[in-house]
């Protein structure tokens, strides 16, 4: 068995079944592999940012890592702005990096790079396998750790691929977490017994179900508040949930939002940093005279904490239904569309237990304060920051979950930096409707300049920021996709129901 076949058949073994890839020379025998053993399904995204965002989706809804194959450093190098935001999402995933044969190296061919220095942004392992019979070792600990949360990445030179190396075995370490510590939990329950206002702060698996009916037991017995973090990699919405606010993203409204709390305890969380650096601007969005307490440091269960931490306060044993949002039913609003306009379509139509992949910037703001009574469904958004995840995380997040909806909330500009993952939902069939807000502009740009006192842009500010000439019904049927184009509420709503209730992908472009 060659050291390929070593590779596709160990990740297999240890239960990794979709590989989402872009695949070049170097990666030809672990092409052939996958051909030769069964068990993984080989995903093709047109360009490699496709790839690490859809594995990124699949990997937050699936909670195990997908494979990703990518084509030496520049291939990589293409598919790194996902990478990031994976990271900050804490996704799981199993990255494969082909590399020029070892006796090649040397010689500086034209597509050679430092891989293992761009691996260094974001993976928390990386390894360059240096001999084919360490292949099932490197994978077993890449894809074991992986599991823990984080981009495992393995760069695997093109001759140790063709190598037949001595038989191993795959033997998976279950990721482990750190034990609850004791003192912190009773600490945390004395102070948010005596604080005056106290807030639980919520990241993570935290916003899962489970850790969700928690948190509201939890508020229930210290009369605490609830917020998510600003950009939660998967939270669970909407009617029987307790309704948690997002931290907000402009950090004089997220310091103001803040300020009122004498006590923030966190659980999956971090302390919340300004966005960017901005003159006379704190980075630090906690006000200095308000106590902090960190729950899940060093690699804590951020569902285990708050079990304990409800125990200790003495909490019910389930959320009492005064601390769980009602069903919020919305009349559909009428006439020409408006981003709040939207928000209300989406938040009344769409369906229980879809997935929204949330990257429509500064049209989405309504939306979240919205969802709180709507059906319950799942919430990704844009964990890093880093432009063009939506439609391919949607994708992955419709492999990982194929009876299940999913809603692309996309603003046209983010949209256009993975428009190619509309032809890998196409070729896959996956059931993913992307809503795109055609305002056809940077807005988030136009903000961001008022900071600087300047509110009528000029030439090359407006060429900077402005969109104008994307069909978007063009593009998406380009790419396989049927799709519509609306500019009223009622149209919305008639296509968005349309679209609801047929399988495949939909395009429907929100003029605005």
């Not at 004791?182 to 807030?199: D, F, M, N, Q």
């Not at 059906?375 to 939506?390: H, I």
């Not at 992955?396 to 194929?402: D, K, T």
Request: charged share 20%; with cysteine.
């Amino acid at each position: 068995m060659k050291g390929a076949h070593v590779l596709v058949n160990t990740a297999v073994q240890l239960g990794v079944d979709v590989c989402f890839a872009n695949p070049g020379t170097t990666e030809m025998p672990l092409v052939e592999a996958m051909d030769a053993i069964e068990g993984i399904r080989p995903v093709l995204g047109v360009f490699e940012g496709v790839c690490t965002g859809a594995a990124d989706g699949f990997g937050r809804m699936a909670g195990r890592p997908a494979m990703v194959l990518l084509h030496l450093g520049p291939g990589l190098a293409n598919g790194i702005a996902n990478l990031h935001n994976a990271r900050r999402a804490r996704t799981p995933m199993f990255v494969v990096v082909g590399e020029h044969a070892t006796w090649h190296r040397g010689y500086d061919p034209l597509l050679a790079m430092d891989i293992e220095a761009l691996a260094g942004t974001f993976s928390g392992w990386q390894r360059t396998t240096a001999r084919s019979g360490d292949i099932v070792r490197d994978v077993t600990e890449a894809v074991s750790l992986a599991g823990q949360g984080q981009v495992s990445t393995l760069i695997l030179p093109y001759d140790l691929q063709l190598e037949e190396p001595p038989e191993g075995r795959a033997d998976a370490c279950s990721p482990a977490c750190a034990p609850v510590d004791a003192g912190t939990i009773e600490r945390a329950a004395a102070r948010l017994k005596k604080a005056k206002l106290p807030v639980l702060v919520l990241g993570g698996k935290a916003l899962q179900r489970e850790g969700l009916l928690t948190a509201a037991r939890i508020r229930a017995a210290s009369g605490c508040d609830l917020l998510a973090e600003t950009f939660p990699a998967r939270m669970e919405r909407g009617e029987g949930l307790p309704d948690v606010p997002r931290i907000q993203y402009l950090p004089e409204m997220a310091m103001d939002q803040l300020s009122r709390y004498d006590l923030l305890v966190f659980a999956g969380a971090v302390r919340p940093v300004s966005f960017f650096g901005y003159p006379n601007v704190p980075a630090q969005l906690v006000d200095e005279g308000s106590e902090t307490l960190m729950l899940t440091e060093g690699g804590r269960d951020a569902g285990e904490v708050l079990e304990a931490l409800a125990g200790e306060l003495g909490a019910p044993s389930s959320a009492p239904e005064d601390t769980l949002a009602r069903p919020a039913r919305m009349d559909l609003p009428s006439g020409p569309l408006s981003g709040d306009k939207i928000c209300v379509v989406l938040a009344a139509l769409q369906p229980e237990g879809c997935i929204v992949v949330e990257e429509a910037i500064t049209n989405s703001l309504l939306y979240h304060p919205l969802t709180a009574g709507s059906r319950p469904f799942t919430l990704l958004t844009l964990t890093g920051g880093s432009l063009g995840q939506g439609p391919p995380c949607a994708a992955g997040a419709a492999i990982a979950c194929p009876d299940r909806q999913v809603i692309s909330f996309q603003a046209d500009g983010a949209a256009l930096y993975t428009l190619q993952a509309l032809w890998t939902q196409a070729r896959e069939r996956l059931n993913v409707i992307t809503l795109i807000c055609s305002n056809r502009s940077y807005d988030i740009l136009r903000l961001e300049l008022t900071r600087l006192g300047v509110f009528q842009p000029g030439p090359a500010a407006t060429r900077l920021s402005d969109l104008s000439g994307v069909d978007w019904v063009r593009a998406g049927e380009g790419m396989g996709v049927p799709s519509v184009s609306v500019s009223t509420a009622e149209a919305l709503a008639r296509e968005l129901s349309r679209a609801l209730g047929e399988k495949g992908p939909r395009l429907i472009e929100m003029v605005l």
